[in-house]
């Protein structure tokens, strides 16, 4: 059975930094594609950012280009995102996911994800 545990959401002024981590268990994340989504009261789920399963190909969504970065580590099976440079209107509850197929290209489409984690909530205020 696999499953998603985020950590390390939090409150913070704008301006800083937090940095958000997924635990995977029953699976190793080392053939499948990942990404981190985020939904604020009263909107839709939205994409943040992917990676493909070798990490050689990142999207990010355009509102955090530059200021936060994906990443995988295969040896602990975890996947990260560092957040920089905070605003408050990045202020939702963040969730990882992962594509349940093997060597799947990375999408920015949340119905292509299989797996989700419980989220974490992040609190940006100004």
């Known amino acids: 059975q696999v499953q998603l545990v985020e950590s390390g959401g939090g409150s913070v002024q704008a301006g800083d930094s937090l940095r958000l981590s997924c635990l995977v268990s029953g699976r190793s994340l080392t053939s499948y594609a990942m990404a981190w989504f985020r939904q604020a009261p009263g909107k839709e789920r939205e994409f943040v950012a992917t990676l493909n399963w070798s990490s050689s190909r990142v999207y990010y969504a355009d509102s955090v280009q530059g200021r936060f970065t994906i990443s995988k580590d295969v040896s602990k099976n975890t996947m990260a995102l560092q957040m920089n440079s905070l605003k408050p209107e990045d202020t939702a509850v963040y969730y990882c996911?992962?594509?349940?197929?093997?060597?799947?290209?990375?999408?920015?489409?949340?119905?292509?994800?299989?797996?989700w984690g419980q989220g974490t909530q992040v609190t940006v205020s100004s």
């Open positions: 996911a992962m594509i349940g197929r093997a060597w799947y290209e990375p999408t920015r489409d949340v119905s292509e994800y299989d797996y």
